[in-house]
């Protein structure tokens, strides 16, 4: 089931921009418009969570002058470096759970992160999913309350850098037919 080859129109442009997109490891100072900021925001809006209860919180942080503060929840300059950085929360209470007690809160977050950096890359701006940083230095600089967890950090700005090429794994290897 490859899709090489394979015309369905629209499709074609989404696997291009997922195909292009790249973890940006460097950006340009250059600001974001407000009106492509606000696309990438109504993309999280409408990504689908489970019975849609969109259990998450983004914070825009303007990163001009608090590049300390910033560098004590996540060390590597690229963090800091773009215009804005968006930290995702999930509001764990608020998910919707399964029988068996998983909670949803982080699934429905991962989505509405993935619309974020498609809508973003879709507009030539740039992201880079961040989770290994700080969580208490996160909770004491965005005031992050108690019933929120911070999940994941992304940089948004316009890339510095070019894409390096991608290692992926074939779908055979992860994809199974009727059985594992």
């Known amino acids: 089931m490859a899709t090489t080859g394979l015309s369905m129109k629209g499709f074609d442009g989404f696997l291009a921009l997922a195909r292009n997109r790249y973890s940006v490891q460097s950006f340009k100072k250059d600001p974001v418009e407000d009106e ?18 969109q259990p ?7 990163t001009a002058g608090k590049e300390d503060e910033l560098g004590r929840i996540y060390g590597i300059p690229f963090f ?11 509001v764990p209470s608020e998910a919707w ?5 998983k909670n949803y809160s982080d699934v ?19 992201t880079h999913w961040v989770a290994a940083f700080d969580t208490g230095a996160a909770r004491e600089a965005l005031g992050i309350p108690g019933d929120a967890e911070p999940v994941a950090f992304t940089p948004l700005g316009y890339p510095a850098d070019r894409p390096q090429e991608k290692q992926r794994k074939g779908v055979s290897e992860l994809v199974h037919y009727e059985h594992w």
Do not use: Q, W
């Open 80 to 90: 800091r470096e773009a215009p804005i950085l968006i930290c995702a929360c999930t």
């Open 97 to 101: 759970t399964r029988s068996d007690g």
């Open 108 to 126: 429905d977050v991962a989505i509405a992160i993935d619309h974020l950096t498609l809508a973003a890359a879709s507009l030539g701006l740039g």
């Open 56 to 62: 998450f919180r983004f914070i825009v942080i303007h």
């Open 36 to 53: 492509k900021l606000g696309a990438v925001l109504d993309a999280v809006r409408l990504a689908p969570t489970a019975a849609n209860r």
